[in-house]
């Protein structure tokens, strides 16, 4: 689910604090191009109008009582595979946060960072893009396996190898076709293929394989891992 051109980022906000959610309301809907469709106050709630609402993007709490947030992204992404889903916390715990990027979610910030970065990470993750801070992006190299990452890449084609590359880097689908001398439709192509050899759910968790296979070094993602995640 991508916001179209033109048209207004649909946001749906899921916390269990009502005064978080109407405070995110008010500051959202100053903003133009960004409209919440909808609340839910519970994992469950979630789940069950996420299906009605289908938002663009999900800003998801991971601490809510009797299912989690963490629980929620997992069931919500077997429902709606393309849901944009990114983590609004107040405890940057590494653990839970690698278990979110794990679960599928694509972005991730903290409650207390300044408005203009959580509006610029909502409309980054609209558009497909990661919203990752390279501080957690380096917390989460360090749980993966390496061996495991290199027999993984070998899986792919030369081809595919270059999409990744290009992925990593922060680049949408437009400008890979166009340095690559591709169709769109080739490069989604070669993406769907690229996350299913490696077993990834998106564009997140491509990007970090990435780094951690030494595609690309972290310095070259500074757009790519702009997470507002402090």
């Known amino acids: 689910m991508y916001a179209h051109s033109g048209q207004a ?119 497909g893009k990661p919203a990752l801070s390279s501080s957690l992006a380096w917390r989460i190299l360090r749980e993966m396996n390496g061996n495991e990452i290199r027999q993984q890449k070998n899986k792919l084609s030369e081809r595919e190898i270059e999409v990744l590359r290009l992925m990593t880097q922060g680049k949408l689908d437009a400008e890979i076709a166009q340095e690559l001398v591709l169709t769109e439709v080739t490069v989604r192509t070669h993406i769907s293929r690229i996350l299913i050899k490696l077993g990834l759910e998106n564009r997140v968790q491509a990007a970090l394989y990435g780094l951690r296979s030494g595609l690309v070094s972290i310095s070259e993602t500074s757009e790519v891992l702009d997470a507002r995640c402090r």
Request: include cysteine.
């Open 9 to 127: 980022i649909q946001v749906m906000l899921v916390d269990d604090h009502a005064m978080v959610r109407a405070g995110l309301k008010v500051l959202l809907e100053q903003m133009p191009d960004i409209h919440v469709v909808g609340e839910a106050a519970s994992g469950f709630q979630a789940i069950e109008r996420v299906k009605q609402l289908l938002p663009d993007v999900i800003l998801m709490d991971l601490a809510m009582p009797g299912m989690d947030g963490i629980e929620a992204i997992q069931r919500i992404l077997a429902i709606l595979p393309g849901q944009h889903i990114i983590v609004l916390t107040g405890f940057l715990d590494e653990e839970r946060l690698v278990q979110a990027v794990r679960a599928g979610a694509q972005g991730c910030v903290d409650k207390t960072i300044p408005p203009e970065d959580l509006v610029q990470a909502i409309r980054d993750v609209s558009l």
